[in-house]
């Protein structure tokens, strides 16, 4: 009689136990709870603070695979593009080209832009890739007139920042290589 009603009450556990994950874990295309939409966006506004704007949108992309129709995590996913690019304007017109240039490439290869909220975005792959152009120019510009003074080490660092986020850039390659076949040249006569 006992093993009758262990059975009896581990089979009710066991079918409260499904029906309550089932609750929690909404299968793909529902609609998650709110509780799981603020703590994706707790977890990508948290990243993004760290300064991992990648790991970020990477957060709500997985999300959004899942639950593309969720009104709530669509504006999240939008504000965190927005902000990132905010960032990146903000980073460029202060002159850290550098910076600005990884967070529009980061943007860029997301697929933000692809969504199917695109549209309600500030910006599109074109702004992106002008922008990352823009960026690429001030840092070969700099790197030139570093260039220029003879201080190759710094030129050749300069390159190498620009190459990051723009990495076939081939006038940038090109720079980079001379100048780095000139450094060692001059270590080797030294």
């Not at 990508?44 to 990648?54: D, P």
């Not at 990146?88 to 550098?98: E, P």
Request: overall charge positive; hydrophobic content about 35%.
């Amino acid at each position: 009689m006992r093993s009758h009603r262990s059975i009896y009450f581990a089979f009710c556990f066991v079918a409260l136990a499904a029906a309550a994950c089932s609750l929690h874990s909404k299968g793909p295309g529902t609609e998650p709870d709110a509780r799981s939409i603020a703590e994706t966006a707790k977890q990508a506004q948290a990243q993004f603070a760290l300064g991992r704007s990648k790991h970020a949108l990477e957060i709500y992309s997985s999300a959004y695979e899942k639950y593309h129709h969720s009104t709530g995590l669509r504006r999240g996913y939008i504000k965190l593009g927005e902000q990132i690019k905010s960032a990146a304007d903000t980073a460029y017109q202060s002159g850290d080209v550098s910076e600005a240039g990884n967070d529009y490439r980061v943007l860029l290869e997301s697929g933000i832009t692809t969504r199917d909220f695109a549209g309600t975005l500030s910006f599109d792959e074109d702004y992106l890739n002008r922008q990352i152009n823009a960026c690429s120019k001030v840092l070969m510009e700099s790197g030139l007139m570093t260039y220029r003074e003879e201080r190759l080490e710094e030129a050749i660092a300069i390159w190498k920042k620009a190459l990051t986020f723009d990495p076939d850039n081939r006038n940038i390659k090109n720079a980079l290589e001379t100048a780095t076949s000139q450094l060692q040249k001059l270590k080797q006569i030294k």
